[in-house]
């Protein structure tokens, strides 16, 4: 075993008389078991160690040792045993801890404050009044702090990218601690994350009370110098102040014991300023003391009011969600574009020492050399800093007097001991002390230091504020409430020793808004050893601060005065004033609502620290501490309001609760009535007590005048029209005398560009608008009513189809609409399509969609491309109309119907009157099915009439096509097209393309099975079918397009020919009659290349696939004229014309064309009664024969007994053709095997006016 003594000769000052200089020596053992841990009684001189004897020499910069004469310190060998019973305290080795090598965390408070006040500066001059954007926000430095970085739905959390840059500084520096920079604001802000960061423990596994040994019981009481001295580790010396120089070292030179140990000495560099009367440490050249204080009025300290940890935290979560927002995350239908700092909030006074880490490293390096270098021989060198064990702190307040805030009262209850000895009360000064933290895993040795070095907020440093506290378990602790009262503090440890201190009454300043204050720090040795509190020395005092308050004033309270229960208020909330006009029909428009919503507003909430701090409580001679006020606070701060005050007549007329001083009036901007931009303020009236402020209603009635006060019963009634909404900005105002007392405005002030700026900012501070200073909170005031005030009305609707195949049309234009009261329009549509079966038809109605109204303020709104499903790719001419949906669904009663809330209601539509309907069309977007052919038939088409030449009958040849059911696959309107070829596109026929210029010739073969195509009879010699049939040679389109393509060739050019089509009711069958003309060709053939044809159809959409028809013939046209001879009144002559031939290709024969005359022999003889003239028919001549058209021209003569009678003229026609002999044998007429047959047959009725 081996007992080892360190001495430290402590300066302490001058005896009264300055003939002596005072030491306190300090004695700290160290004990060595040589093994397992021992208890204290194996160190016999440690088991009553204030009984041992002891003489004590002193030595001054190496002259020779002064005798020194030890003064009692009222040592107490009963108080040493009963803290260290020897039996009971367990004693281990003792081994100096190296924490040189240990990384030191912190943080540059001044950097991460600096940044703040830009910040908040720059913002709050730029947008006083609105929110900020979030671009803007990030344009001045909000996001620089953000720990999260990407972009769409990849974001990265840069935590471990930040830490391993913070930790590779210090490898790359080789340093525990890092030194201060310039200001680097995302590392920054970074390091005080990381220097928050969550460092273990649970509430509900606390870590285990130690098992102290003696030297770490020791050390406990270490920051007690009474006990200290009771416990003889602290012994006060006196040495002649003659012959001693006035600065070098001081030591302990011997120490005479009974007992056997080594004894180290600790050299002390020391100051003797015999006029000052000061014996003191001596600071080293790079220290931070002078004086025996802190030189808080360098650069290297500053003062700082705002809780910069708590600024800190917050600006990172906002940075990181200002970064997402502006990227597109995290935003919701109601996100904006804007958006306000965060709140800060007042710190109190801290004083800060900047790089304060690098300074502790440097600490533990020094002490880690001490204890390698100990050496009796060649003591290690202290200087004022190393022997330093905390400060205490003054403060100077604007009476110019210097107030401790260490000075208290201490209680010290020994647990060993009874009777008076069990009680020890002293009046000392407490020490601020050093705090570093560690994390609960022992593994994880790294340090945490604020550079904070204390904070004071209007209370003691040394003593907890008097009340009970709030345990972890969420309780007082009332149960540990002392005889007198006052909360104890049990102990917990081996000691068995319980602490409790109380300020000294009447020391302590008072911390208030507005006040002046300078701030100095005594150092403290580790014995317990400073300057005294009284003395006037201000040297080293930091400059003077005007404490003011960073927390923004709350907008007002608000409470609904309703006796309707809230559950029967739709929509109505504490910031929702509703009042409802059921204007179910239009009638009721006019109506006035009966309805009237209130709210009762009342100052923020506060607390009793603010109430404090503002100096309501301050008396000539103190603090208000009677019953009465106390009663008053504990009161009021217990004290809540409802969110609905359900009786009216019974509201409080008192503010019941602590409400903030700094809310003077209420402001409310934006009212319904008033001019924009403008603003009524009302005041809370707090008299003839600071206590007695006075709420207020504001009542929301019908109306559309501007808002009126009622002073005496403090009521202002706002009015509002049908529909309306109102968005009231509710916010607190303070004094000109308050507004001083801001710390934001003061940053704001300091910010502004020029006299003229800050005067503006200052008079919308005043007026309660800067949204920095006097936040607000929204009002939303609502006239809901039932249904819409006006119909929509169709502006503009113009549905497109885009794409093949799309079953649905994209719909532009606009409706115009009532929009204040109008929260959505539903389109509707109305439509009547084919079955495809017959003609029937079928009725067609669907909801297209339904368009919300965002905004209140436009008379038009698109439709913004929504789309109408139709399901299908139909043509329809659809007719659309619109009903409106009220805004304030949200408002009344669930019950009520849509129907009840729409305008006209649907239950009454479709409109009775067209003029609501809007009349469109929605083009086809599919191909239509191809045609299901099932034959040809020709057809011939008759004409009757008379013009210049006389009576006249014309007969066309056509053909008729049946196809099967259904019909109309695309819709209305759909036809039966004929696809024809339109040839090469000739591109040389002039300098540019020309629409439709084709050059004509054989259809390709690879075009041939879907493209139209002639024919000629072989038989007869007549004149050529064109090449290729075209959209002239068919008569009876009723459309024709060019330019088409077929899903077969869709590379290929196609025109069409689309003819309506009929129904066969007896067939079930539809069919298309075509007329064509064939040209100079007689008895054409043509094959047709048939699809269905939609002409409303979108590009590519108009034709289905292609049907081929076989070859058909259809008969060449013929007219026939019968006209009076004017030479002759009884001669008709017949004239007959079309398309002939030549002759027959098997033998030189034209056709012929014979008339005869039959008379008409009354109507009783019904078709019969038509009886021949004359037997013999007249053959009429071919009086011309062209390629292209055949005259045939004769004379009939009429009887001349009746020529008046009714007469008809019979026309035949007959081809000639060589055939079988007649089983009778050659005639003489047409000689051997010719024959003829009729292919033309017509009759001109004469006589009776008819000629």
């Not at 005639?1227 to 001109?1244: I, M």
Request: aromatic content about 8%.
């Amino acid at each position: 075993m081996k007992q080892t003594i360190i001495w430290t000769a402590l300066p302490k000052g001058m005896s009264a008389d300055g003939k002596n200089l005072l030491l306190s020596v300090m004695v700290s053992p160290r004990l060595d078991t040589e093994g397992p841990p021992l208890k204290l009684s194996a160190f016999p001189p440690f088991t009553n160690w204030p009984a041992q004897p002891l003489t004590i020499s002193i030595q001054f910069s190496g002259q020779a040792p002064v005798a020194a004469t030890i003064i009692p310190s009222g040592a107490d060998p009963a108080l040493w045993q009963a803290l260290f019973p020897a039996e009971e305290t367990s004693v281990r080795s003792f081994v100096p801890a190296d924490q040189s090598k240990q990384l030191i965390h912190s943080f540059p408070v001044a950097n991460v404050v600096e940044h703040l006040r830009k910040l908040y500066a720059a913002v709050g001059v730029a947008s006083p009044t609105d929110l900020p954007l979030i671009a803007e926000l990030a344009q001045k430095g909000a996001t620089l702090v953000r720990t999260v970085e990407g972009q769409g739905r990849e974001w990265f959390n840069l935590d471990d990218h930040l830490e391993a840059d913070l930790l590779g500084r210090y490898k790359r520096l080789k340093t525990t601690a890092l030194p201060p920079g310039p200001p680097e604001p995302a590392m920054d802000f970074f390091r005080a994350k990381h220097f928050h960061r969550f460092k273990g423990g649970n509430r509900d596994n606390p870590v285990p009370v130690p098992d102290f040994d003696f030297h770490e019981a020791v050390a406990m009481v270490g920051n007690h110098p009474l006990l200290m001295r009771r416990l003889g580790l602290v012994i006060e010396v006196s040495v002649p102040l003659a012959g001693q120089p006035a600065g070098g070292t001081v030591q302990v030179a011997s120490v005479g014991h009974e007992f056997v140990s080594d004894d180290q000495p600790l050299r002390v560099h020391y100051l003797l300023d015999t006029a000052k009367k000061r014996f003191l440490p001596a600071p080293a050249a790079t220290s931070d003391l002078a004086d025996g204080m802190l030189r808080l009025g360098t650069t290297d300290f500053s003062i700082q009011q705002v809780d910069a940890d708590g600024a800190a935290l917050k600006a990172i979560d906002y940075a990181n969600q200002l970064q997402m927002r502006q990227q597109g995350r995290l935003r919701t239908a109601d996100s904006t574009n804007d958006d306000g700092l965060p709140a800060l909030r007042s710190g109190g006074v801290s004083v800060l020492r900047t790089g304060r880490a690098v300074r502790l490293a440097n600490t533990f390096k020094t002490v880690t050399q001490a204890n390698t270098n100990l050496n009796p021989q060649n003591p290690p060198e202290l200087w004022a800093d190393d022997v330093t064990g905390g400060f205490r702190v003054d403060v100077q307040d604007v009476a110019g007097i210097w107030r401790s805030l260490c000075r208290r009262g201490v209680t010290y209850r020994v647990g060993r001991l009874a009777g008076p000895q069990a009680t020890i009360t002293d009046s000392d000064e407490g020490t601020v002390t050093a705090a570093a933290m560690q994390d609960v895993d022992p593994t994880k040795n790294d340090f945490y230091l604020h550079e904070a070095l204390f904070h004071w907020d209007g209370w003691s440093l040394v003593a907890p504020r008097p009340g009970e506290a709030i345990q972890n378990d969420g309780l007082s602790h009332g149960e540990n409430l002392g005889p007198d009262g006052k909360a104890r503090n049990p102990s917990k440890t081996s000691l068995n020793l319980e602490i409790t201190a109380e300020p000294t009454p009447k020391t302590l300043p008072r911390l208030r808004f507005g006040g002046t204050y300078r701030i100095r720090a005594r150092s403290v040795d580790v014995a317990g050893n400073s300057l005294p509190y009284d003395s006037t020395d201000a040297s080293q005092a930091s400059p003077q601060v005007t404490y003011r308050r960073f927390e923004p004033v709350e907008a007002p309270a608000v409470a609904i005065v309703s006796a309707v229960p809230l559950s029967n208020l739709p929509g109505e909330s504490t910031a929702h004033l509703v009042i409802r006009s059921y204007n179910d029909t239009p009638a009721d428009d006019g109506t006035i609502s009966p309805e009237m919503s209130e709210r009762l507003l009342l100052p923020p909430r506060t607390a009793v620290a603010t109430i404090e701090q503002y100096g309501l409580l301050d008396t000539p001679t103190g603090v208000d501490a009677t019953p009465t006020t106390w009663n008053r606070l504990a009161a009021k701060d217990a004290a809540a309001i409802p969110e609905v005050y359900p009786n009216p007549a019974a509201l409080p007329t008192e503010v019941p609760y602590l409400a903030d001083p700094f809310a003077a009036a209420a402001v409310l901007r934006g009212l319904p009535g008033t001019a924009p931009e403008s603003s009524q303020a009302i005041t809370f009236d707090a008299a003839p007590g600071w206590w007695q402020g006075k709420p207020f209603r504001i009542a929301m009635i019908e109306g559309n005048g501007p808002p009126t006060w009622d002073s005496t019963e403090r009521i202002l009634t706002v009015e509002l029209p049908k529909a309306a909404v109102a968005k009231v900005r509710l916010s607190s105002r303070v004094t000109p005398a308050d507004l001083e007392k801001l710390a934001v405005w003061k940053w704001i002030e300091d910010e502004a560009f020029d006299d003229e700026e800050r005067a503006r900012l200052k008079q919308l501070a005043l007026d309660g608008l800067h949204w920095m200073l006097t936040p607000f909170r929204e009002l939303t005031l609502v006239h809901a009513v039932q249904q819409p005030l006006a119909p929509p009305v169709i502006e503009a609707l113009n549905p497109r189809k885009a794409a093949l195949g799309d079953t649905f049309a994209t719909v532009g234009g606009t409706v115009g609409v009532h929009a204040p009261s109008t929260g959505k329009v539903d389109l509707l549509a109305l439509w009547s399509e084919p079955t495809g079966i017959g003609f029937a038809r079928k009725s067609g109605e669907s909801h297209a969609f339904d368009l919300p109204v965002a905004s209140p303020d436009t008379p038009s709104v698109p439709w913004g491309g929504r789309r109408h499903e139709f399901g299908d790719t139909k043509y329809r001419k659809v007719s659309y109309y619109a009903t409106a949906t009220t805004r304030f669904r949200d408002y009344f009663d669930p019950s009520l119907t849509s129907d009840e809330l729409t305008r006209p209601p649907k239950a009454e539509l479709p409109p009775a009157s067209a003029t609501h309907l809007f009349e469109t069309e929605v083009l086809n977007s599919g191909r239509p099915l191809a045609p299901n052919l099932l034959y040809v038939v020709p057809t011939f088409g008759w004409e009757a009439g008379e013009d210049e030449r006389g009576t006249f009958s014309r007969r066309t040849g056509g053909l008729r096509l049946y196809l099967e059911e259904p019909w109309f696959s695309s819709g209305d309107g759909e036809l039966l097209g004929v696809v024809v070829w339109p040839g090469e596109r000739d591109w040389c026929l002039s300098g540019k393309p020309i629409r439709d210029t084709f050059v004509r010739i054989e259809v390709p073969d690879e075009l041939k099975p879907y493209a139209s195509q002639w024919g000629r009879d072989p038989i007869w010699l007549s004149g050529p079918t064109q090449q290729v049939p075209s959209l002239q040679n068919f008569t009876k389109a009723v459309a024709v397009q060019t330019s088409l393509t077929i899903e077969e060739r869709p590379d290929t050019l196609v025109a069409v020919a689309g003819h309506g089509v009929g129904y066969d009711e007896e067939r079930h069958l539809f069919y298309c009659d075509l007329d064509i003309d064939a040209g100079d060709s007689y008895y054409p053939f043509v094959r047709l290349a048939l699809v269905r044809y939609q002409p409303k159809s979108i590009a590519g959409a108009e034709l289905s696939r292609v049907v081929l028809a076989d070859f058909a013939q259809f008969a060449p046209d013929r007219i026939c004229w019968v006209a009076r001879d004017a030479a002759d009144p009884t001669a008709l002559r017949i004239t007959v014309s079309g398309t002939g031939y030549r002759r027959n290709a098997s033998f030189n024969c034209t056709g012929e064309i014979e008339a005869r005359l039959e008379r008409w022999l009354g109507p009783g003889e019904g078709d019969m009664g038509w009886v021949p003239v004359s037997m013999a028919p007249v053959t009429l001549f071919n009086a011309q024969a062209l390629k292209t058209l055949s005259v045939w021209e004769g004379t009939i003569t009429l009887p001349v007994d009746d020529p008046d009678a009714l007469f008809r003229v019979v026309v035949e026609e007959y081809e000639a053709f060589l055939g079988d002999a007649p089983e009778a044998g050659l005639t003489e007429r047409f000689g051997s095997g010719r024959e003829r047959r009729l292919v033309y047959s017509d009759a001109v009725e004469v006589g009776e006016g008819k000629l």
